[in-house]
């Protein structure tokens, strides 16, 4: 249940166009450790299924997205 779910980081995407919030979140998680939860805050629809197929080639847990107001929170878990 993502409402439970406490990140360790969060990454504001929100207002970025793809490739922008997976490069960012690329990024980000480089200086984070394993077991630790990366929440990712967009706008872009397009995020979805680049954060899917990114945890897919990773091996990275995606832990769920939560809709908000006017923009998805995503929640992975670093390998």
């Given at each position: 249940?993502?409402?439970?779910?406490?990140?360790?980081?969060?990454?504001?995407?929100r207002g970025l166009s793809c490739p922008?919030?997976?490069?960012?979140?690329?990024?980000?998680?480089?200086?984070?450790?394993?077991?630790?939860?990366?929440?990712?805050?967009?706008?872009?629809?397009?995020?979805?299924?680049?954060?899917?197929?990114?945890?897919?080639?990773?091996?990275?847990?995606?832990?769920?997205?939560?809709?908000?107001?006017?923009?998805?929170?995503?929640?992975?878990?670093?390998?």
């Open positions: 249940m993502v409402e439970n779910i406490s990140p360790d980081e969060t990454l504001d995407c922008m919030p997976l490069l960012k979140t690329k990024k980000a998680i480089h200086k984070m450790k394993s077991g630790q939860i990366i929440e990712i805050l967009g706008t872009d629809p397009g995020t979805k299924n680049d954060l899917h197929g990114f945890v897919k080639k990773s091996g990275h847990e995606y832990l769920g997205e939560k809709e908000d107001e006017g923009f998805i929170r995503f929640y992975m878990k670093i390998k």
